[in-house]
């Protein structure tokens, strides 16, 4: 029996379709989604309000992006766990989100599977 309370996680992104699927994909592999913010500004509230283990990310939104809302994140909390998950594939900006801190970039236009498959690596790798 595992004893180890439950991943939680909040879902940061403009388009209501992406959160859907994310949420999905996150309650498939046993991920408690506790939140969604469809602007950085709302998410950073968010984050706040609910301090979860993982935060996935769009850069591209309104009122406030992605890289700003990260840098955001981590002035507040050094240690959260930030995954940009967008459709954004400048290398430049990868970098720039990891370089930042970003635990993984993972573009959304991957299949299902395969976004499952490296959020389930990801998660693995956290430390929560």
């Known amino acids: 029996m595992n004893d180890r ?4 996680a909040i879902i940061i992104d403009d388009m209501t379709s992406i959160r859907a699927m994310a949420k999905a994909i996150l309650g498939a592999i046993g991920v408690e989604v506790v939140g969604e913010a469809e602007n950085g500004a709302l998410g950073l509230t968010l984050f706040q309000e609910t ?3 993982l935060v996935l990310l769009d850069i591209d939104m309104p009122v406030k992006d992605g890289v700003s809302t990260l840098k955001s994140i981590l002035a507040r909390d050094a240690t959260a766990n930030v995954v940009m998950m967008t459709t954004v594939s400048n290398q430049a900006v990868v970098e720039s989100c ?3 801190g970003a635990k993984d970039y993972i573009t959304k236009d991957k ?8 959020l389930e690596q990801v998660i693995a790798e956290l430390s929560i």
């Open 5 to 8: 309370p439950k991943t939680t």
């Open 98 to 100: 990891i370089l930042g």
């Open 111 to 118: 299949d299902p599977m395969t976004v499952k498959a490296r």
């Open 51 to 53: 301090r979860p283990d």
